[in-house]
């Protein structure tokens, strides 16, 4: 299984970003994938997750109305994408596979003026 994020970087506030996990190793349309962020000093939280099929999503109080997770089974990626960021969602992010422990390497996200 391999997770492979991208898309990540400085960027002021108010910016956007769009982040993107490149998977193989697994039936990726079988699986819930997840992003997860974890900020300087802080524990890593969910900020999103995207059902198989990408009928269903799933958003953090924090991120809701921000953040729109999105999935393209065709090609084994899923994304995040980032508006009206702030400094709060400087973090490091990672794509997860639900169920299975699989995380990617993590890409940095710095929101910084």
């Known amino acids: 299984v391999q997770l492979v994020e991208s898309g990540g970087g400085l960027v002021q506030p108010g910016g956007s970003l769009r982040l993107s996990c490149a998977a193989s190793?697994?039936?990726?349309?079988?699986?819930?994938m997840s992003w997860y962020r974890q900020p300087p000093g802080k524990e890593r939280e969910l900020v999103a997750g995207?059902?198989?099929?990408?009928?269903?999503?799933y958003y953090a109080d924090s991120v809701q109305g921000r953040f729109t997770i999105s999935r393209d089974n065709a090609k084994n990626t899923v994304y995040l994408q980032m508006n009206s960021l702030n400094f709060e969602d400087t973090a490091v992010y990672y794509c997860?596979?639900?169920?299975?422990?699989?995380w990617g390497q993590g890409t940095q996200v710095t929101v910084s003026s």
């Open positions: 997860v596979v639900n169920g299975k422990g699989y």
């Open positions: 190793g697994f039936t990726f349309s079988s699986y819930t």
């Open positions: 995207i059902t198989g099929s990408g009928g269903s999503t």
